[in-house]
């Protein structure tokens, strides 16, 4: 507990492993601090907002049920598995597709689920972010990236990068609590996977003493997420000038962050200007290894932003595509057994 004391009185001192533990603690704290913005806040703002709060009946058919259960993913969106099964049951292909697209989103989060968690994304990147910025004004190594390597490893770190470190790590775990215990959604894995790398990324920067680049990385990538939710937000309540201003202040400022500072400027000075002990530790080639594939998602992302911007200008809308849900399902599924004529 010396070093919790020493937090507290403003002092600097080594990140150590045994200090990781706090952010379990945290992370709890957090999952708390989330249920309340959720619940309390943007629930009903939701709820207001006409968000439905429940799925669309659906009729009960034992055959497709398990064809859907057996289905690979998408393959409802497969117009000969379609018509397939539409001869097995004696329906026409539109009531099965329709059966078939209520009985996948009977499996998705509501409307309503979805908007909260977008709340909640918007409310933390946005407070760490600021909390970011804060705490970095005063920090040389924002001013020049060259300080990240002076004195390197014997580095000692102020009271409020100790805490900007353990929260960002605490958020992160408590979206894993979060994603085990819920139900798992189509794109369960790759935000396990996700989740799991920012985590190590975190963790090895810190074990590593790298926390100052870490910094740098963290503020980098909260900025351009806070427009992104900020567009989703305003799509669920309806306010598509407001989406399409969010979304592209979120493009430039991705593009910025993502495509432009965080290669050309933070990779670019650990290859050429960090300290030559940097490459000589298996832990931070990992870490090193971990950010490049990093960069490898953000440019696949980029090329999904692009598309979402041709749609947009082929349809004149936004159409937010990196999640399955579609807010225009039918009232209800109530469809017939006879084939329509």
């Known amino acids: 507990m010396i070093w919790m004391q020493d937090v507290f009185d403003n002092s600097e001192g080594y990140p150590q492993v045994s200090h990781l533990i706090y952010s379990v603690f945290v992370s709890i704290f957090v ?3 989330r249920s ?70 009977q499996d998705q989060p509501t409307e309503l689920i979805y908007f909260t968690e977008c709340g909640w994304r918007f409310t933390y990147h946005t407070s760490l972010f600021i909390i970011g910025v804060l705490v970095l004004s005063d920090k040389p190594w924002l001013w020049n990236i060259n300080e990240c390597w002076t004195n390197f490893p014997n580095q000692r770190i102020s009271t409020d990068v100790w805490w900007y470190y353990i929260i960002h790590l605490s958020v992160y775990m408590s979206h894993t609590y979060s994603q085990l215990l819920n139900w798992k959604r189509s794109d369960f894995i790759e935000m396990f996977i996700h989740h799991v790398v920012t985590i190590l990324l975190l963790t090895l920067s810190w074990v590593s003493n790298t926390v100052r680049i870490g910094t740098l990385v963290l503020v980098v990538h909260d900025s351009a997420d806070i427009f992104m939710e900020a567009a989703r937000i305003a799509t669920f309540l309806k306010y598509p000038r407001i989406c ?15 495509i432009g500072i965080f290669p050309f400027h933070i990779l670019k000075n650990i ?71």
Not at 80 to 92: E, G
């Open 31 to 33: 999952t708390l601090i």
């Open 36 to 105: 309340f913005i959720e619940r309390c806040l943007f629930e009903p703002l939701g709820i207001s907002s006409g968000l439905k709060s429940s799925k669309p009946p659906i009729k009960k058919n034992d055959r497709l049920e398990r064809a859907f259960l057996s289905s690979r993913r998408n393959e409802h969106k497969n117009h000969r598995w379609i018509h397939n099964l539409a001869k097995q049951v004696d329906w026409s292909d539109e009531q099965v597709e329709k059966w078939m697209l209520c009985r996948y989103h």
């Open 244 to 258: 399409n201003l969010g979304f592209g202040l979120f493009f430039i400022c991705w593009i910025i962050s993502r």
């Open 271 to 341: 290859w050429f200007d960090a300290s030559v002990v940097v490459f000589g530790s298996p832990i931070i080639s990992l870490l090193i290894l971990l950010l490049h594939i990093l960069l490898g998602l953000h440019i696949f992302w980029t090329y999904l932003i692009l598309r979402i911007l041709y749609q947009f200008a082929v349809s004149g809308k936004i159409i937010d595509d990196s999640r399955s849900f579609s807010t225009d399902l039918p009232d209800d599924i109530d469809v017939s057994h006879k084939k329509e004529k």
